[in-house]
């Protein structure tokens, strides 16, 4: 119940192209949904989170979209760059204080974006 | 502001040792949880640390310890190493209250146990 499904394993895109990572969930009490970043080498960087109260976020080019009854959440990346070349994971967490720091992370997407 | 710094970056353990890993959180930073990454997979919590008492563990058995510094600087150690605890120890860190919800991760500590 506690697992976060992620896929796919990697991704290729062509510069300019939409990148789409989906994730799914069986743990109601998971109430924050963050998606991280992690370049080789480097430590995992928060990208962009959403709440269930509502069911899209979009920062730049990245954008939440969230499916509360399905417990579903996908990240997709608009106009991908190769600089976005990275490993994605989901991640997701009861809400409140110090749970924030209590992640259940997916297992991973290499995305590699060709110039 | 500085961020959460990790040492040592590599090491190497032989079977049935004990290894500390250190953490130095992020200013201001009250909150310390440690993650283990192993190769190709997500990190898996193993255990947080708030205001110096645990504040809550996973999957993880006992010989994987903890403590946090009045400094909030944190260790993590790990004893009767075993094969499988190869793996990218990652710290990060948070502040409890009022919480926006980022953690700041560290680069890691790379563990082989041989």
């Known amino acids: 119940q506690q697992q976060v499904k992620q896929s796919p394993q990697s991704l290729i895109v062509q510069k300019g192209g939409i990148s789409i990572i989906n994730c799914a969930y069986e743990n109601t009490a998971f109430d924050y949904f963050p998606w991280y970043q992690q370049f080789p080498g480097k430590g995992p960087a928060l990208l962009i989170a959403i709440r269930p109260d509502v069911s899209e976020k979009k920062e730049g080019r990245f954008t939440i979209s969230f499916n509360k009854s399905a417990k579903q959440f996908s990240l997709h990346i608009m106009d991908s760059q190769p600089g976005d070349s990275a490993t994605y994971f989901c991640a997701a967490t009861p809400n409140g204080g110090t749970s924030y720091g209590k992640l259940t992370f997916g297992q991973g997407t290499i995305l590699t974006v060709h110039p | 502001e500085t961020g959460v710094t990790q040492s040592p970056t590599h090491l190497i353990k032989t079977r049935g040792q004990q290894v500390t890993l250190r953490c130095s959180s992020q200013?201001?930073?009250?909150?310390v949880s440690w993650y283990q990454q192993a190769l190709g997979q997500g990190p898996q919590f193993i255990f947080q640390y708030y205001r110096e008492e645990e504040n809550g563990r996973g999957n993880f058995p006992p010989r994987f310890s903890g403590l946090q510094f009045p400094n909030y600087s944190s260790e993590l150690n790990v004893n009767a190493l075993e094969l499988d605890d190869s793996a990218l120890y990652l710290c990060a860190s948070s502040f409890g209250e009022g919480f926006t919800g980022e953690l700041f991760f560290g680069e890691g500590s790379r563990l082989t146990v041989l």
């Open positions: 200013s201001g930073h009250n909150t």
